[in-house]
């Protein structure tokens, strides 16, 4: 006997966002690093800095870091995200 | 009877196949499910008076909608009876609150599991049982709520393992997880109405937790006595999980709550005094090998509960034995126990059918 039954999921489309523009180089931009804030991450994005600067001539590094780490970035980052040549996230301990 | 469900659907030789169906898409917890049927799932949209496409809220981070129609599905997958899906639709509303930080708590390597609790009149109309091996297999009640909230998160949310769900571990009770408080044996007000539910309306309260850690102590009658050893375990959990404070459940079985009841010592006075002695120095992390994050700060003091208002006090248990259990929150107060009050016409009768 054929039995009629449903989709659990979603099935909403989900809106995809296109990608920013790659870069070309890194040198002379400013960097955005958009730290979660566990303990790790001192010392992680310190050397991420670093490489920034020495190996791929950034002319600024930026690091800000979430209040909460198991949530999204306050308005304030996002929004000083805007001014950023690229931004580095979603990384953590 | 007319369904004008929105899902798409499928149809399926025999009931076989419709496991190995949603076992090969990844739409299970590994268990068979109940095949969800139109007429099953219109049954619970029946029961709880809404249309298909009503919205019970939204996940904020990822901007999904959960509506009544995907929630209903996945009950009937996880065994639900219509008369299980008020507390279902009840649960969720209350982990979309912010407060709770669902993406946070769902997607955390922590792996911690939604626990469920129960109040008010429908846990005797559902048929719950709040004694023996409550945070186990107690009931078809709590069993198949408990299920419901994963199975929709698998598949409405997408917190399938190593997908969204990026746990270390996790816990048992990420297979289910709910509880019913025993009202009925006990000498306190209930927890919700403790956190200002009304004692006629029913209700639940969510909490991103841990697993349960048991204690025994029946070598003594004295509640100090009895709540230092709940309070140890608290302590335990800080350092060896997470020293932040946040909302901890204490289950308390019947024969600890009757000592308690003997010596005049209720919800206020159990909380008030776990507050005091759950506390530890973020010193005594050098004992479990976590001296390296001491730093300058090894005579701050934590306590588990940024309150006593913080303690979510459970009665519930079998009738005999010394036990009980502690429950840490997943990560100090990053995530809120929210209690909502059932607001389904869990007592009406569902529509007739056309």
Known sequence: ?93 | MSIALNSQYFDIDDSDDVQEFYHSRGWTDGFPIVPPTPEAVQACLDWVLMPPNEIIGIEPVRERTIDAEKLAINAVMAGCLPMHFPAVVSAWMAMLKDEFLLHGTTASTGGCAILVILNGPIRQEIGTRSDFNVLGSSDRATSVIGRAIRLALINILQVSPGAIDRSTLGHPGKISYCIAEDEENSNWPSLAESRDIPKEASAVTVLAACAPRQIMNEWTTKPEEILDTYAAEMRANMRNYSIWSGNYVVVMPAQHREHMRAAGWGRTEIANYLFEKARIKRSEWSTVGKGSVIRDKGDTEYCALPSPDHLLLVAAGGPAGGFGAIIPPWLGTKSQAVTVAIGACVDCEPPAAQ
């Open chain 1, 1 to 93: 006997m054929t039995i009629r039954v449903l989709n659990p999921t979603s099935e909403s489309t989900v809106v995809t966002l296109e990608p920013a523009p790659r870069l070309q180089s890194l040198e002379g931009k400013t960097v955005g690093l958009i730290s979660n804030g566990k303990e790790g991450t001192a010392g992680f994005f310190a050397h991420v800095d670093r490489l920034l600067r020495e190996r791929y001539r950034v002319a600024e590094v930026i690091l800000r870091t979430k209040s909460n780490y198991s949530a999204p970035a306050e308005d304030e980052i996002i929004d000083e995200a805007r001014n950023w040549d690229l931004a580095i996230t979603g990384l953590g301990d």
